[in-house]
């Protein structure tokens, strides 16, 4: 994704250039599913205006539930992607390898594989002793 803003000046005067890559992301993404997926089955995703395109590219028979909210619940009802895109904004802030503006990269898979162990061990011995109280 390109940078925006204030973000994009400072790249203009490094002379930075990224690609936005994130349509051929999506295609690759879905394609997997659609290898892994039953032959009905229901995709719920945000309210990005693409999704159903690029879904429906992949896996014509699939339902598409777009979700137009990022709260928690919508309506008084349970937001069904709450939960991973709560795990997926934790990892985001705890591991470094995976923070947007870093310097800090992984070469090798097995390596952030290493990282993710680690971080699930401390995350639930945490949260076990938090609730043995």
Known sequence: MKAKGHLADIA??????RDDTRDESRRSVMATVARCAKDRI???ADA???YPKVIK???PQADIKQIHSRK???DGKFDPLFGINHTCALLRHDLSRLRRKTWVTTK???RLFL??????AYHNSYYRQMFKR
């Open 12 to 17: 203009y005067l490094q002379g930075i250039e």
């Open 42 to 44: 229901t995709v719920a």
């Open 48 to 50: 990005l205006a693409c």
């Open 57 to 59: 590219a992949a896996m």
């Open 72 to 74: 928690k619940e919508i």
């Open 108 to 110: 090798r898979l097995d």
């Open 115 to 120: 990282h993710l162990y680690l971080y699930i």
